[in-house]
């Protein structure tokens, strides 16, 4: 009898981590992972791979995603012959040079990849010196974000992760004019990409004289034929037709690593490059995966992910942001959750900027942060906060 009582014990002690676990947004991997054996839907993998990306997670966010069906691609030798007709270029150089001539960009991402906010944080100091004023995101909901100057918990599903939040958070900064721009909700495939298109075309009649950003997911980017046939047009290629604006369209989607290697595209070998790069040809023009592809004007080949710490490498944004290691003095217990939210934002419930969890003292894994004043929160495994301390990134 006395048995039983100890496994009730433990039973109701399992059940009550995971209920807390349940209200938490930001999660231990191994929490993570129990959702996902948990869940039967056909989409669990999908779903846990978001959950993967917003506790930053990024490994983990790629290997879950794969598990949805990753396929092996393979070229052709005439696609190779193509392929190796072209150049490597810087792609935020070659960017924020060509944006000059530009009206309109957009850009798109993986909603699990948090590389690709970060690759579009890159931009926007460049983009705002070639006269971008506004910047549309699909993720954002929040009306108040530009009178307030960050986002908060609720300004947006994927706007809880970090790297969108500071995406968001470095626009303000400098200056952008953020606005939304998805569709109302219940609208789905073909009405959806009229009416993000329509809600960004509306801004454009207003503000004639002024240049665009826009930050979509996945396929929202194609301007030319779509994947999804039932759109007929994607947001794109519709708001081409409604502005009688040709914009410049990139891909970050294709041509970025998978979790599991053999399902990285064999371009991104064959480039290997140490940067960020589009390839251009001798007469100027983008690769974008083939002689008769018309989907965007460009695809953007990233490297494979280097680790500093275990921190991918592409978070510092060529030193823009540093490496702050806590404390060993602050790490009582493992396994820890730590949060570091930007000086007077946590108060109001301000998204962190940064997120690492530590198992034990072999762990490494510093915070990624721009220069200023935090507040770091750490949690324990029950998601109870042991600690609070202001620390200076300098």
């Given at each position: 009898m006395r048995h039983s009582f100890k496994y009730i014990f433990i039973l109701l002690f399992t059940l009550k981590i995971a209920a807390q676990a349940d209200k938490e947004t930001y999660l231990f991997s191994k929490d993570i992972e129990a959702k996902i054996?948990?869940?039967?839907?056909p989409w669990r993998y999908q779903m846990g791979a978001t959950d993967y990306s917003i506790s930053e997670y990024y490994t983990k966010a790629l290997e879950t995603w794969d598990k949805n069906g990753g396929t092996i691609k393979k070229i052709s030798k005439e696609d190779s012959l193509y392929f190796n007709s072209f150049q490597k270029k810087n792609a935020k150089e070659y960017i924020i040079n060509r944006s000059k001539d530009e009206k309109i960009i957009i850009i798109n991402e993986a909603h699990h990849n948090n590389r690709h906010r970060v690759f579009t944080a890159s931009l926007l100091q460049g983009l705002y010196?070639?006269?971008?004023?506004?910047?549309?995101?699909?993720?954002?909901?929040?009306s108040l974000i530009n009178e307030r100057k960050f986002p908060v918990m609720e300004s947006g599903f994927y706007v809880k992760e970090p790297q969108m939040a500071n995406l968001l958070k470095e626009a303000l900064k400098i200056g952008f004019v953020l606005f939304e721009y998805e569709a109302a909700s219940g609208k789905n495939g073909k009405e959806r990409e009229?009416?993000?298109?329509?809600?960004?075309a509306q801004l454009i009649?207003?503000?004639?004289n002024s240049?665009?950003?826009i930050h979509c997911g996945w396929d929202h980017v194609i301007e030319?034929?779509?994947?999804?046939?039932?759109?007929?047009k994607a947001m794109a290629g519709r708001l081409k037709e409604k502005t009688n604006i040709d914009p410049f369209t990139i891909d970050q989607v294709t041509y970025t690593e998978k979790g599991n290697p053999k399902f990285t595209s064999p371009y991104v070998l064959m480039a290997n490059p140490k940067e960020s790069a589009v390839l251009v040809n001798g007469n100027g023009k983008l690769f974008n995966g083939g002689e008769t592809n018309d989907q965007t004007d460009c695809r953007i080949i990233h490297p494979i992910t280097e680790y500093i710490n275990g921190r991918p490498d592409w978070l510092t944004i060529n030193g823009q942001r540093k490496t702050h290691t806590l404390p060993k003095s602050k790490i009582t217990q493992y396994p820890i959750l730590a949060l570091a939210y930007r000086k007077n934002e946590v108060e109001q419930n301000g998204v962190p900027a940064d997120i690492i969890e530590i198992t034990n003292k072999e762990t490494k894994a510093d915070f990624i942060l721009e220069k200023g004043m935090y507040k770091i929160i750490i949690k324990d495994k029950n998601y109870k906060i042991i600690q609070e301390f202001d620390a200076n990134v300098k």
């Open positions: 054996q948990k869940d039967t839907l010196d070639n006269g971008y004023r506004f910047f549309g995101l699909e993720a954002l909901a929040d009229i009416e993000e298109a329509e809600n960004i009649r207003k503000n004639p240049k665009f950003l030319g034929t779509p994947t999804n046939k039932n759109w007929e």
